[in-house]
């Protein structure tokens, strides 16, 4: 089994501090919420979770603070940290491919600081360039160090030479080799974890469809591992095996010789390598190199990564005779084969998101779009949340466009039932925790369930379930309130209520003046809900409509109009209910002097004592008069 190298810090605090210094985990898992956050939504800085992440890197034991960046995450003091976010990773990863070795955090970042750093991730951005970006955007708090700069070589911040895994196909790889162990420790060890890093970063800077180049980088490798002495090739053969379930990695063990292989076994004593067995095993079931196999199917008409798109897509689909998915009996293989679950779910994420790309990249994303979105809706379906996060994180991806992720979670709302809907609006009436399952299908849900909500709320008959959706709808309207906006045109009076009701709790102030229209609606039920709306928005029209309807048809909505006027601000609001006394329709006088009793200013006050103490016997007199005593004691109450 690998060795673990994981760190843990469980003295220190975490999330649940709110004062004291956080822990290296929670630091590396705030800045993995807060790009996911960044790739979610387009302005990220009004988001709770942004915001409790910056305060949460703003509460590091010391300044400076210090990560290094690898395939597999960051690490502190050599050791991989145990972060629970897909968010974390990708950044490390990243930021891995793109030369950097660590990152100083010098101050706490700000907000500005954070978007700048993320800016730098998205697949515009070439090698050795983060530097001098993030410094042009005058970020200052967050240092990144290339791998000369963190072992204390003399490379300046802007010097722009290529890097090692960029030039390793022309470098001579005895050159290469003696580059590496002059850089820092000669110990076996220390060789062989730089040496597999800058192998996996390599391939993450060769294009896919680049099959020439990569085999081309592989045998580079391979060459420059038989210049070093047997002890650190034994060390780097025994991490790759351990790293085995990287595919580049067992390809670069499948240039070995079955003498090689021996010879270097033979290192570990008369046991051998604990990992050999299983990488012999799985190559026997190959039955060859993946690349040789790869080159004779591949179809010379089409994009490769087309051909890799059509293969996954066709396994995806495929069902087995008890209707039972391969892809989850091949997962099911994965994780039985793997230290945990939480590496089964990152192959799936890792899967996917290789996927997505590829079929962004040849123009196929419609065709895919289908497969993601049942893949998607059957996990929901299932109750299977962790999983639905994990392929929900790889169409939010940075190299995703807009337009594609348009294209899937359109694919989603025509792929999720009402099994699937009820599992969304369950986490979107209670949203989990940070990191917990369901956690990305909450914060993407708006993306996609917004009219999919509005129609199961029309057709539910239930009263407590209908008050879990209407719920799961606000939620769904505060980060994408304008999808409601056509329902505000519906001929169900229902459906435009509830409409009503999620954006009055939407915090969108550009709704007030679509709320407008319902509040003349013609069922009085939404006008009432569309008076409470425009009440919650600040809508500054609002005393103006409230006061228009005193003299409304029903009396349930004139009572409201009144009540909300109660608290409302601004001038001339007493002046008008004073006149709308005087009103010759007797309902509207009524209930303007019953508002006047919502009233706490002194012109109020004064005018209801007034109506009050009137000799009146009979008539209109005489019902303002009681309508004032009664508002009078209702105030005094």
Known sequence: MPHDRTRHDAAAPGWGATGGPASTEALVD???????????YDDPTGETAFARAVETLGRAHTYPWRIETGVDGFLAQGELVAARREGSLRVARRLFSLGIAAVDVVAPPSPGDLLALFDLLGPETGEDEARKLLAARGVTSVRLL???????????????????????????????????????????????????????????????DDTWGMEELIHAFVEGFSYLPEAHRAAIFSLLLQRGHRPENTAFLDQLSGLEIAELDRMFGSDGHPLLAEYLRVAGEEGGRPTDRLARDTDRSRPLGAQIVDQVATVLQATDRSGRGATEE???????SLPDGGDAH????????????LSAADGEMAGISEVWASRVAGALEAGDLGTADDWMTAALEPGVSPADRRTLMGALRAAVGRPSLAAVATVLAEPPGDGAPGAVVARAAPL???????????????????????????VAARHQPAALLPHLADERWHVVRNAVVALGTSRWAEAAAALHPPARHGDHRVRIEALRALRRLDDPDAARLLVDRLADAHPAVR???????????????????????????????????????????????????ALAGRRAWFGRARALRRAARTAQEAHRE
């Open 559 to 609: 009572a409201e109009a009144g009540r909300l006027l109660g608290s409302l601000g601004g001038p001339g609001i007493d002046r008008s209910l004073i006149d709308a006394t005087r009103s010759p329709d007797l309902d509207t006088a009524l209930a303007a002097t019953a508002a006047l009793g919502w009233r706490s200013t002194g012109e109020a006050r004064t005018a209801l004592a």
């Open 146 to 208: 290339d791998r000369a700069m963190l072992l204390g070589g003399e490379t300046p911040p802007d010097d722009d030479t290529a890097t090692r895994a960029a030039a390793i196909g022309t470098d001579h790889p005895a050159a290469f080799v003696l580059a590496m162990l002059s850089d820092g420790s000669a110990e076996p060890a220390d060789v062989a974890l730089q040496f597999v890093e800058e192998y996996e970063r390599a391939h993450l800077l060769v294009d896919l």
């Open 448 to 474: 996609f369930a917004v009219d999919l909500l509005v129609e199961e709320l029309a057709a539910e008959d239930r009263k407590s379930r209908r008050k879990g959706l209407l719920r799961a709808l606000q």
């Open 330 to 336: 091949a997962l099911a293989r994965i994780a039985a």
């Open 346 to 357: 990152r192959s799936v994420a890792n899967l996917l998101r290789g996927m997505l790309k």
């Open 30 to 40: 705030a800045l993995g919420m807060a790009f996911a956050t960044f790739t979610l």
